[in-house]
């Protein structure tokens, strides 16, 4: 197996001269400019400290911190530091981080400094014996020990086969699932998409993505690092803000929501986009209407791809020529990934035809932390990773994906599996049962819309039950609306039929 840190390669790539800028905070009071040398000492001061720490090898870090370049650096020196990196959103509420750090058992935890006490609580009671703080103003006990230790280290030597990351993913039923992602996986597809996107000397990347999930903490920030650019780093994401920077940059990355925001910006044109290279979109679908407007106003092509939290990046459109980008399609197989439509008894479809998606390459995941059985059920026999999306392949080999996982939301570019929101509102004070969808939403793309059914004698209302959900689920997975109805619609076996719920309420969002 080959000897490989992603940190080292990465670590390779930057400039000779580590005093050029490496990130420029956009949105702090004053800038900050962090140079290369500073990445380097900074991951090489956390890395001791973990070093210090004496933890088994290859543990577990939990972390639910603020974006900010600190909470990068951390990433690179779990890395460096040959542990495995557990990223959380940070919207995640104590439910759902309890449920994380009692399945993943991470031996660190990294949180805000206002949530340290109960943090610390519900992780000392899963045996995490170490509870650092980060918060996005460079301060924190994380930082505050870390300045103790030397500024040189050794990466820590790992295969390509060794996990890097944890990814949890929901699943359409039951709790949450940890991708486990190795160095091999991360580095194979970082290295990719380096040649497939043309990152060239120069090329300078607005970061305005979160770095708890694959495409801000991956794919936007490998690119950049591995291509050893310069990072204009926004710690949210700002419309006016984000146009503001574009002429200075080259290179931006984004979910849909992001681009329907900065088109509704009248600062957004073509002068604003003069220098600008590439435009990639991705984590939900784009819209064919959002894809021709930004094509009208800025002159440039958004270039949509194809990814998940278990394969990183699967297909893109081309780099080259822009012409080829196609509006409502994913483009084609990256180099080296395998991507086949199958039907529901896993045989080929003739071209053109919709069936399950099914992929196989280098990047692909190792499978589900401690899940084993599920692992292998998401694997077809001649170990094909069963993506759960459905989609074509048409005769000139563009991929276009028609619908997703069943019952799958994703609103603002996040995954929201109904399954989920079900079993809160099922458990709440008069509620017989529940049923979530996601209905269209001009900013979201899909918004999240509960029907409940009141057990006998029970009144509910519906705002109550949103502002029940808010103190235990993440923000973006709170319905928009919530209907309390007399009955669901169920199909002859008794099966709640969504598909009418969703026409019922398909509207609600219009203008």
């Known amino acids: 197996m080959t000897k490989v840190n992603l940190f080292t390669a990465l670590r390779a790539a930057f400039p000779a001269d580590l005093d050029q800028v490496a990130i420029e ?30 933890l088994p090898p290859m543990s577990r870090v939990a972390v639910q911190v603020e974006k900010s370049v600190e909470a990068l650096m951390l990433y690179l020196a779990v890395l460096r530091a040959g542990h495995v990196y557990l990223p959380l959103n940070n919207a995640y509420q104590a439910a759902e981080v309890d449920y994380f750090v009692g399945n993943a058992e991470p031996a660190v935890v990294v949180c805000a400094g206002r949530h340290f006490g109960w943090v610390s609580t519900l992780a000392f009671q899963k045996g995490t014996k170490h509870v ?50 190795t160095h091999g996986n991360l580095l194979s597809n970082a290295l990719v998409l380096k040649d497939y996107w043309g990152w060239k000397p120069g090329d300078v990347l607005v970061h305005a993505l979160p770095i708890f999930h694959v495409h801000g903490l991956f794919v936007a920030s490998h690119g950049a690092l591995l291509n050893g650019s310069r990072m204009i780093w926004f710690s949210k994401f700002d419309p006016r803000a984000v146009i503001a920077r574009l ?30 290279r590439l435009f990639i979109s991705g984590s939900a679908p784009l819209l064919l209407e959002t894809f021709q407007d930004w094509q009208r106003r800025t002159g440039h092509t958004i270039l949509e791809r194809y990814g998940m939290s278990e394969t990183v990046m699967l297909t893109s459109n081309p780099y080259e020529p822009a012409s080829g980008r196609r509006g409502g399609t994913v483009g084609f197989p990256l180099p080296g990934v395998g991507v086949r439509v199958r039907d529901d ?88 049962e ?63 039929q969504k598909n009418l719920l969703r026409e019922q309420h398909k509207g609600l969002f219009a203008g």
């Not at 301060?139 to 990466?155: C, K, N, V």
């Not at 329907?260 to 220098?275: F, H, K, S, Y």
């Not at 029970?458 to 959900?469: F, P, Q, S």
């Not at 689920?473 to 919530?482: L, R």
């Open 345 to 432: 008894k896993g045989l080929p479809l003739a071209t053109g035809e919709i069936g399950g998606i099914e992929v196989k390459g280098p990047n692909v995941f190792k499978g589900y932390w401690r899940m084993p059985e599920k692992t292998a059920d998401e694997f077809t026999n001649d170990l094909w990773f069963k993506t759960g999306d459905v989609g074509r392949i048409d005769a000139d080999g563009y991929v276009t994906i028609v619908g997703r996982s069943k019952d799958l939301i994703i609103s603002g570019g996040y995954n929201v599996y109904p399954a989920e929101i079900e079993g809160y509102l099922n458990d709440m004070p008069g509620v017989a």
């Open 132 to 181: 650092f703080t980060l918060d996005d103003d460079r301060s924190g006990s994380l930082l505050e020990r870390a300045a103790q230790h030397g500024d040189q280290h050794e990466p820590v030597r790992r295969r390509s086969d060794d996990l890097a990351a944890i990814l949890y993913t929901s699943g359409t039923t039951g709790r949450s699932k940890g991708a486990m992602l």
């Open 434 to 496: 529940s049923a979530v969808v996601g209905v269209p939403h001009p900013d979201f793309g899909e918004a999240v819309v509960a029907v409940v059914v009141a057990k006998p004698g029970a009144a509910l209302d519906g705002k109550a039950l949103i502002a029940g959900l808010k103190g235990q689920i993440a923000n973006f997975k709170v319905p928009k609306a919530v209907f309390v109805v007399a009955d669901l619609p169920r199909n002859a076996m008794g099966k709640v």
């Open 247 to 276: 002429p200075e940059a080259t290179v931006f990355m984004g979910v849909p929501t992001l681009y329907v925001r900065m088109l509704a910006e009248p600062a957004l044109t073509q002068q604003a986009c003069r220098g600008m």
């Open 25 to 54: 905070t956009a949105d702090t009071p004053q800038p900050l400019y962090y140079t290369w040398r500073d990445l380097d000492r900074g991951t090489a001061m956390i890395a001791n400290l973990l070093a210090s720490l004496q």
